[in-house]
């Protein structure tokens, strides 16, 4: 039972997000590339075991305002399943764990860890409660997890898959306030989290129109970029613009009307139409990438 909740603790199911490291090997056209795409799941697992390191961390500080939450209070640690201490040895373990990882890969990898690994300190103990870097600390979060990607196969990341990402992670960062905000636990909101108090449901969908917007028009504009074209040897990838399209509505959709969105993860892994839409993009992205770079 304890090994359980101490798998619990380290939240695999969030390890979705370090999905974003494979998205350098797919878009330069290596998928296949099997020396290359181990290399990606290296820096895949390595992503996984620091990220949990955090969660570890983040419920030791946020103990007592995970009790005053209605869902939060059954954490391990907060529900007292798991003691301090035995979570402080997991957070080491982890961290020794990421670090064996990394010395399989090069060392600008190796860099991009640690600068994730302090970027979510510094969210931990200072900027988590400082209104708009919150969200701008988890975005720069998953650029980490892209750039990542890139470095530890040895390719060049493109400048429109980092804008790109820049706008999807403030999306789903803003989002998710945006449900803590409207959500049915909204007993004690600022002992839940501070930031709360600075923001308000008519500010934060303001900011979602922007970064919806921006997410869409930065992938259109990827993929009819020359880079692009030039890249994959074809113009075809505009196509899968209605794909992410769709999934940026339905994401409003179940945001709006089904007050979900304080657990991204769980949307994703959950929501029937987002995994459909989400593996006809990846399918369609693979086939016009490949089909052009093999000319099949």
């Not at 470095?151 to 449900?179: D, Q, Y």
């Amino acid at each position: 039972m304890k090994v359980l909740k101490l798998f619990e603790l380290i939240r695999p199911k969030q390890w979705i997000k370090n999905l974003f490291v494979f998205a350098p090997i797919l878009f330069a056209g290596q998928l296949l590339n099997f020396p290359l795409l181990f290399q990606n799941i290296l820096a895949f697992i390595a992503f996984c075991g620091v990220s949990s390191s955090v969660y570890v961390l983040n419920d030791i500080m946020d103990v007592e305002s995970d009790r005053a939450h209605k869902k939060k209070r059954y954490r391990p640690i907060a529900a007292g399943d798991v003691s301090i201490k035995r979570a402080k040895i997991l957070f080491v373990f982890l961290l020794l764990f990421t670090s064996a990882i990394c010395i399989n890969l090069n060392y600008l990898f190796t860099l991009t860890i640690i600068f994730y690994f302090i970027n979510n300190l510094v969210y931990t103990f200072k900027i988590k409660n400082v209104v708009l870097l919150d969200v701008f600390s988890i975005s720069t979060g998953f650029i980490l997890r892209v750039i990542g990607g890139a470095v530890a196969i040895n390719v060049e990341v493109s400048s429109w898959m980092i804008i790109t990402t820049i706008f999807i992670s403030l999306f789903l960062g803003i989002s998710k306030r945006r449900a803590e905000l409207s959500g049915p636990n909204q007993e004690n909101l600022e002992k839940q989290r501070k930031v709360l108090s600075d923001y308000d449901v008519v500010f934060v969908d303001q900011l979602n129109t922007v970064a919806a917007t921006g997410t869409i028009i930065s992938y259109a504009l990827y993929t009819v970029s020359e880079k692009a074209i030039t890249s994959f040897h074809s113009d075809k990838l505009i196509y899968t613009t209605p794909f992410v399209l769709y999934g940026i509505f339905r994401y409003l959709y179940l945001l709006h009307k089904k007050n979900l969105g304080e657990s991204p993860t769980q949307i994703v892994t959950k929501d029937i139409p987002i995994i459909i839409n989400s593996l006809l993009w990846l399918i369609a992205c693979a086939l016009i990438i490949y089909k052009a770079k093999f000319g099949m």
